[in-house]
């Protein structure tokens, strides 16, 4: 039981390469996410989809796509990376529901991050 | 808007001494409150959760968390703190699942012998 993958673990790019980072889930959950994490600014929420067939922008959506390809895989694509995006880049996944019915929130789980260099 | 502030950048305890790390907030409503810590090179693991109940959360690895809302604070406490326990701290408010989670920037602990 892996949890959350993502690939690839580290990648280097040139300014308007494009690519896309891979994120899957063994655990079933409704809710994936992806973070980018810098240095002195915490982790900063890009889109998330709240169910399969569903995506929304975070605060930081600018130079990035995402697709919920099925429940288990969630990518985020970059067309054309520059370096600002230069980040370690994190998927995460949470459980909806609760025993009792409502939407209570959960954990969320991280995965390993990828680290993207853009030169 | 909504935001969580953790006022201190870096805090260095010693070894079995208390620790006691600062998160305030502001959010609309009655948010759930959490507590995450990274170790170097790792993603984040959940220390502890907050939404209703008791307002002393107890956690793993022998953390706590107390909430004030009159003071709109969530801070994160150990009693005596381990070596183990440098690392990354992270606090984050939300509204129900599926809607987004907001994270401060975090506090690195380092623990001095």
């Known amino acids: 039981n892996a949890g959350v993958t993502q690939t690839p673990k580290f990648q280097v790019l040139k300014t308007g390469q494009s690519m896309t980072l891979q994120c899957a889930q063994d655990m079933n959950h409704n809710s994936m996410y992806w973070y980018r994490q810098d240095p002195g600014m915490g982790l900063r929420l890009i889109y998330y989809s709240a169910s399969e067939g569903t995506t929304d922008k975070g605060e930081v959506p600018n130079g990035y796509n995402v697709s919920r390809l099925n429940k288990r895989e969630f990518s985020l694509r970059l067309e054309s990376a520059a370096p600002s995006q230069t980040s370690v880049y994190f998927c995460?996944?949470?459980?909806?529901?609760?025993?009792?019915?409502?939407?209570?929130?959960?954990?969320?789980?991280f995965g390993p991050g990828t680290r993207l260099t853009v030169l | 808007a909504q935001s969580v502030t953790q006022p201190d950048i870096h805090i260095t305890v010693s070894e079995g001494a208390s620790l006691e790390l600062r998160c305030n907030y502001s959010?609309?409503?009655?948010?759930?409150l959490f507590w995450y810590v990274q170790s170097p090179g790792q993603g984040l693991q959940l220390l502890l959760k907050y939404f209703s109940g008791d307002t002393l959360v107890q956690g793993i690895k022998g953390f706590e968390a107390e909430f004030k809302r009159s003071q709109s604070s969530f801070n994160l406490r150990k009693p005596s703190v381990h070596w183990s326990d440098a690392a990354e701290y992270f606090c984050?408010?939300?509204?129900?699942?599926?809607?987004?989670?907001?994270f401060g920037k975090g506090t690195t602990l380092s623990v001095s012998s």
């Open positions: 995460a996944i949470e459980k909806q529901g609760s025993a009792m019915g409502f939407a209570e929130r959960n954990e969320q789980f």
């Open positions: 959010y609309g409503a009655t948010p759930y």
């Open positions: 984050a408010v939300g509204a129900v699942a599926g809607t987004a989670l907001i």
